[in-house]
């Protein structure tokens, strides 16, 4: 799961949260959108843990994006995407195509 931690009338924000939907990738399945001023915990997260001192924040398999960064988040969402196509490959047909 990849955690995107944004808050409200955040241009940055909606723009890396754009770039999630775009992607094909499904928010709660694949991704999670973590609001900072919903969510106390959150918030003392990104600040304490993270060291971060704004938002957007992007966090998936131990890699850490802190703001707007179109290039490292498409490959966290390429990695996503690949981890995705794994978990339904279902082997190659005879032309050497993928199933799934």
Not at 42 to 61: E, T, Y
């Amino acid at each position: 799961m990849i955690d995107i931690y944004t808050q409200p009338s955040c241009t940055w924000c909606d723009m890396v949260k754009s770039l999630f939907t775009k992607s094909g990738l499904i928010e709660n399945e694949d991704y999670k959108c973590r609001d900072i001023v919903e969510s106390e915990e959150d918030c003392k997260f990104i600040v304490n843990v993270l060291g971060a001192k704004s938002v957007p924040v992007v966090v998936s398999n131990g890699t850490v994006i802190m703001g707007y960064k179109p290039v490292a988040i498409a490959e966290v969402i390429n990695e996503r995407i690949r981890d995705n196509d794994a978990l339904e490959w279902a082997g190659v047909d005879e032309n050497g195509r993928w199933l799934h």
